[in-house]
Nanobody
């Protein structure tokens, strides 16, 4: 099992900044992609940003250069720096990770989600 725990969500005013963190724990062979998704009330979960173990990143169009994803492979952590926040960014932000791990004598793929952290942007 690979567990993910997010932190850093808060209430912030429009134009403000937040930094989300996610820590992965458990046993695994390779942690490949880590990333962030979000889900606003009444909407489907959507991709925000991803980063591979080699540091390649992808971002949703709505990020518009405001968010930066980073990763510390040694600590099994992924971060999301969010600047110039807008009320439309209000959502629960979920950490995601995939890779593979040993199960008995086999290597099996995994994908894990955290429980989410609430980000509210409001004046």
């Amino acid at each position: 099992q690979v567990q993910l725990v997010e932190s850093g969500g808060a209430l912030v005013q429009p134009g403000g900044s937040l930094r989300l963190s996610c820590t992965a724990s458990g046993t695994f062979r390779i942690m490949n992609v880590m990333g962030w998704h979000r889900q606003a009330p009444g909407k489907q979960r959507e991709l925000v940003a991803t980063i591979t173990s080699g540091g390649s990143t992808t971002y949703a169009d709505f990020v518009k250069g405001r968010f930066t994803i980073s990763r510390d492979n040694a600590k099994n952590m992924v971060y999301l720096q969010m600047n110039d926040l807008e009320p439309e960014d209000t959502a629960v932000y979920y950490c995601y990770a995939d890779g593979n791990r040993y199960v008995g004598g086999d290597v099996r793929n995994f994908n894990s989600w955290g429980q989410g952290t609430q980000v509210t942007v409001s004046s």
